[in-house]
């Protein structure tokens, strides 16, 4: 167990629709980082939240947004779904508050998105 | 920019031989190197990283890694393959200026033939 959880696990859902994913940090961890992987795909930097403040942006589109909260949770929006939305999401965390970055980043399990 | 290179979508190699799956980085400053591993249907877990010191890195299971900054290079090793280590293997980068982000490669797909 990574101490990083994701939900939901799995998700299914329209084209069109909007949906939010929720990720909980490993305790004391500030920093959440969220990617996709699509099928047999590599991992794609979507966005990284540190203190509850945008560290900075990757590959993520207009339609998909995210935050960190007080209490350093993080959520994903992801809006007007499109079938190649379909993939899996992961988000990370890392840099406990008395380590710093020179730390690994530890993974939840993931949520599964299937958009029909 | 911060990137990272695994030129091998694909390693075969047989149960109790060597293995090596490449890496290659790019990256300003000192680079942060790590070793995922991925299952499937399962989130990466953490094998091992370099962040200063001795450029030979140990690991879990049995792994290790070796950092060479002339070459940008941070291969991952293990002297005896296990069928079991069959999975998604991920090279990622940390850069230590900016904004500290986490990038990956495509990842290498390692597969122990028994």
């Known amino acids: 167990d990574s101490g990083v959880t994701q939900t939901p696990k799995h998700l299914i859902t329209a084209t069109g629709q909007r949906v939010t994913l929720r990720c909980s940090p490993r305790?004391?961890?500030?920093?959440v980082y969220w990617y996709q992987q699509s099928l047999d795909q590599g991992l794609q930097f979507l966005i990284h939240?540190?203190?509850?403040?945008?560290?900075a942006k990757g590959n993520i589109l207009e339609r998909f947004s995210a935050q960190q909260f007080p209490d350093l949770h993080s959520e994903l929006n992801l809006s007007s779904l499109e079938l190649g939305d379909s993939a899996l999401y992961f988000c990370?965390?890392?840099?406990?508050?008395?380590?710093?970055?020179?730390?690994?980043?530890?993974f939840g399990q993931g949520t599964r998105l299937t958009v029909v | 920019a911060q990137s990272v290179a695994q030129p091998e979508d694909q390693v075969n190699v047989a149960e109790g031989n060597p293995l090596t799956v490449k890496c290659t980085y790019s990256?300003?400053?000192?680079?942060?190197l790590f070793w995922y591993v991925q299952y499937p249907n399962r989130g990466l877990q953490f094998l091992l990283k370099y962040i200063t010191g001795d450029n030979l890195v140990k690991g879990s299971y049995g792994f290790e890694a070796e950092f060479n900054k002339s070459q940008t290079s941070f291969h991952l090793k293990k002297p005896s393959a296990l069928v079991s280590d069959s999975a998604l293997y991920f090279c990622?980068?940390?850069?230590?200026?900016?904004?500290?982000?986490?990038?990956f490669g495509t990842g290498t797909r390692l597969t122990v033939i028994p």
């Open positions: 990370a965390s890392s840099a406990p508050r008395d380590r710093g970055f020179n730390t690994e980043a530890f």
């Open positions: 305790s004391g961890d500030l920093s």
């Open positions: 939240y540190y203190n509850g403040e945008e560290r």
């Open positions: 990256v300003s400053g000192n680079p942060y």
């Open positions: 990622a980068v940390r850069d230590q200026t900016g904004a500290n982000n986490l990038f």
